[in-house]
């Protein structure tokens, strides 16, 4: 990884290609985390699909809100504080292995954090698009363990 030369006090992180264990289009930070998950686990091959491109631009998305949401004038600091620090935790991750993590989790979308700041519908459509991602990782209650 490199970082781009510091143009105006403000620096760039570029994102070098890593090494695939699945096909890779695009930048890591919002790549689908099972082609993630194939890169982290070397020996797992992965068909590149639409519905990989299809959560690429949930993380795309969100990547646009928590970007833009930081910029709003009128916000607290401790809004702006906390947007910060989300936007960090999702997408500030460098290594393969802890984007992979912060998908999985999908901590990137946390509606709770742009509630207030976005209208009603998009974040119902965040709702949405967090079941949709999240059930694509969690077993079906037939396969849950009970303790």
Same mark, same amino acid.
């Given at each position: 990884?490199?970082?781009?030369?510091?143009?105006?006090?403000?620096?760039?992180?570029?994102?070098?290609?890593?090494?695939?264990?699945?096909?890779?289009?695009?930048?890591?930070?919002?790549?689908?985390?099972?082609?993630?998950?194939?890169?982290?686990?070397?020996?797992?091959?992965?068909?590149? #699909?639409?519905?990989?491109?299809?959560?690429?631009?949930?993380? =795309?998305?969100?990547?646009? *809100? +928590? %970007?833009? &949401?930081? /910029?709003?004038?009128?916000?607290?600091?401790?809004?702006?504080?906390?947007?910060? #620090?989300?936007?960090?935790?999702?997408?500030?991750?460098?290594? =393969?292995?802890?984007?992979? *993590? +912060? %998908?999985? &989790?999908? /901590?990137?979308?946390?509606?709770?954090?742009?509630?207030?700041?976005?209208?009603?519908?998009?974040?119902?459509?965040?709702?949405?698009?967090?079941?949709?991602?999240?059930?694509?990782?969690?077993?079906?209650?037939?396969?849950?363990?009970?303790?």
């Amino acid at each position: 990884m490199k970082s781009a030369p510091d143009v105006k006090g403000a620096t760039q992180t570029v994102f070098n290609d890593a090494k695939r264990g699945a096909e890779m289009t695009g930048t890591l930070q919002f790549m689908a985390a099972e082609l993630l998950g194939a890169i982290v686990h070397k020996n797992r091959k992965v068909k590149h #699909e639409a519905h990989h491109d299809l959560e690429s631009f949930v993380w =795309v998305l969100m990547y646009v *809100i +928590s %970007r833009t &949401s930081n /910029e709003r004038k009128g916000l607290l600091t401790e809004q702006h504080t906390w947007i910060k #620090e989300h936007f960090v935790e999702s997408f500030g991750h460098q290594s =393969v292995k802890f984007i992979h *993590i +912060s %998908r999985r &989790s999908c /901590e990137p979308l946390a509606e709770d954090v742009y509630g207030d700041l976005l209208p009603q519908p998009m974040v119902a459509l965040l709702v949405r698009l967090k079941k949709a991602v999240h059930a694509h990782f969690a077993p079906p209650p037939s396969q849950w363990v009970e303790e």
